[in-house]
């Protein structure tokens, strides 16, 4: 019913940039928060970035001043614009919303399958 897709990853050189884009279709009535969390194999899923409709942005340590995130509220799409990347980036980045379905539900926490981020040294 409600689905996030992924786009924009890819093999880059170290140093290099990167913009990845998701966005959501379906039924719903709007989207509170949209970010970006990231695994790579044998890690945890750890924060990238969250950005909330009205604006008010979170990045995680390793990431602030190199990564920005900004939506189109307009499109239900997320960005995440990736400068400077670093080998320690390699992971599969995942999409995730906060989508209200009705006024009176609370809304659901909803992951996109995610896109493939190579930096090479």
């Known amino acids: 019913q409600v689905q996030l897709v992924e786009s924009g990853g890819g093999l880059v050189q170290a140093g290099g940039s990167l913009r990845l884009s998701c966005a959501a279709s379906?039924?719903?009535?709007?989207?509170?928060?949209m970010g970006w969390y990231r695994q790579a194999p044998g890690n945890q899923r750890d924060l990238v970035a969250t950005?909330?409709?009205?604006?008010?942005?979170e990045y995680g340590d390793s990431v602030k001043g190199r990564f920005t995130i900004s939506r189109d509220n307009a499109k239900n799409t997320v960005y995440l614009e990736m400068n400077s990347l670093k080998p320690d980036d390699t992971a599969v980045y995942y999409c995730?919303?906060?989508?209200?379905?009705?006024?009176?539900?609370?809304?659901?926490?909803?992951w996109g399958q995610g896109t493939q981020v190579t930096v090479s040294s």
């Open positions: 950005i909330f409709s009205e604006g008010t942005t």
């Open positions: 995730n919303a906060a989508i209200r379905t009705t006024t009176w539900q609370q809304p659901l926490n909803s």
């Open positions: 379906g039924h719903f009535l709007s989207i509170d928060v």
